[in-house]
């Protein structure tokens, strides 16, 4: 049978069981495990980081000690490309395959400096099969980034193109300390190359990110979609008066959100825009440029607020309607019953007057009966009333 009163349900309930504080601090300690295993992530994401800088620095290193000084060693067309790579590959051979045959006779290489060459040699002699392969590549990359510009989906990218303008820039062309070619290139003409080594090359130019262009005509369809209107009414007298616009607080929620990332840096969108009308991001001490990207950002809610649904529509308000329909009647109805009651009043003031004429006597006799004292016959009106009542009785 179901417990009943006003506090069946606390009778309900159980206390708890066990130390709640030791489960609270368990709780605690599992918190602390988990943001200490989160911070040795970021910590070993780190290191993983600092050492692909120094392998990519020093791979630049080294490409960089290998280029001639004072001399410009640049090819400027794929197949110089391949030829100097082709040359250096027969050349590193030889110099590989006289160190062995000198480690045959004098053991002299440790077990890891013998593999180490035996690795690079196979690397070396594959040569033509890797240049091929590093050509398909990049002509893929190529032809990816040509009708990306075409159909607008991809933005330009400077950089990726001077490094493919080999025949006015020239790339250095070496192979790397595996064996491997690779390519070298100074776009900023600053003397700092940079590096792509076969690895990169091969899996589609990763030192070239392509970034997806956003055009503002589909941004704008876009966010006109997203926004609902508003509609607003206001009473005016007789009517109600709708407008209809978009909501200005969504406006600014919904542009704000497509052009800056939750973090408040500029978004895809944003760059996307900016690179169009060659405005920079940030300043020269590398804070935002909001004066130039508060213009964009200006340009954009504007033009939503142009092309939106606008309408204004009037409308009889039908309840002032009925309400001045009620007042007519009401001041009509009062009008009529004023006229009834004066009319009333002016027959009870009526006096009624009988006259009574006796031939005997020959003499009349007046009676006057009086509802109201608002109004009596007059004595001149008496009279003529008498003779009147004579005359018609003598006939």
């Known amino acids: 049978m179901a417990n009943t009163g006003n506090f069946s349900a606390y009778r309900q309930l159980t206390p708890l069981k066990g130390d709640v504080s030791n489960d609270l601090q368990n709780q605690q300690q599992l918190n602390n495990q988990k943001r200490g295993l989160d911070l040795e992530e970021q910590r070993m994401e780190g290191f993983r980081q600092q050492a692909q800088d120094k392998k990519k620095q020093d791979l ?97 990218n400077l950089d990726f193109e001077k490094f493919m303008d080999i025949g006015n820039n020239g790339v250095y062309a070496d192979l790397g300390p595996d064996g491997k070619p690779l390519l070298a290139y100074d776009t900023n003409q600053d003397g700092a190359i940079d590096v792509l080594d076969f690895d990169n090359i091969t899996t589609g130019l990763k030192g070239f990110e392509f970034k997806k262009d956003y055009n503002y005509e589909e941004v704008v369809n876009s966010l006109s979609a997203k926004i609902q209107p508003e509609v607003n009414k206001i009473v005016d007298g007789n009517l109600i008066v709708k407008t209809t616009g978009l909501n200005k607080d969504e406006l600014e929620n919904r542009v ?102 006796d031939p005997l006597l020959d003499m009349t006799t007046t009676s006057t009966t009086r509802k109201s004292t608002t109004k009596v016959p007059s004595k001149n009106s008496n009279m003529k009333t008498k003779d009147a009542l004579r005359k018609k009785y003598l006939q």
Request: glycine share 4%.
């Open 256 to 357: 704000r959100a497509t052009l800056y990332n939750p973090d408040g840096s500029p978004s895809d969108v944003l760059e996307a825009f900016a690179d169009k009308k060659k405005v920079s991001l940030t300043n020269a001490d590398g804070t935002l440029n909001t004066k130039d990207l508060d213009i964009i950002e200006t340009e954009l809610k504007n033009t939503l607020l142009l092309r939106s649904k606008k309408g204004r529509e009037e409308e009889v308000n039908t309840e002032i309607r009925k309400q001045a329909e009620f007042n007519y009647t009401k001041k009509r109805d009062a009008t009529v019953d004023k006229k009834d009651k004066d009319k009333q009043e002016l027959d009870t003031n009526t006096v009624s007057v009988t006259d009574t004429y």
């Open 60 to 156: 630049a290193d080294y490409v960089q000690s290998r280029i001639p000084k004072n001399i410009d060693t640049k090819v400027r067309s794929l197949s110089e490309v391949a030829n100097i790579q082709i040359q250096k590959a027969a050349e590193r051979i030889g110099e590989i395959g006289a160190v062995l045959r000198e480690d045959a006779d004098k053991n002299n290489l440790t077990y890891q400096e013998r593999a180490k060459l035996n690795s690079e040699i196979e690397s070396l002699y594959k040569t033509p099969e890797n240049l091929k392969m590093g050509s398909s590549a990049m002509t893929e990359k190529a032809n990816f980034y040509s009708k990306g510009l075409a159909d607008g989906s991809l933005r330009r």
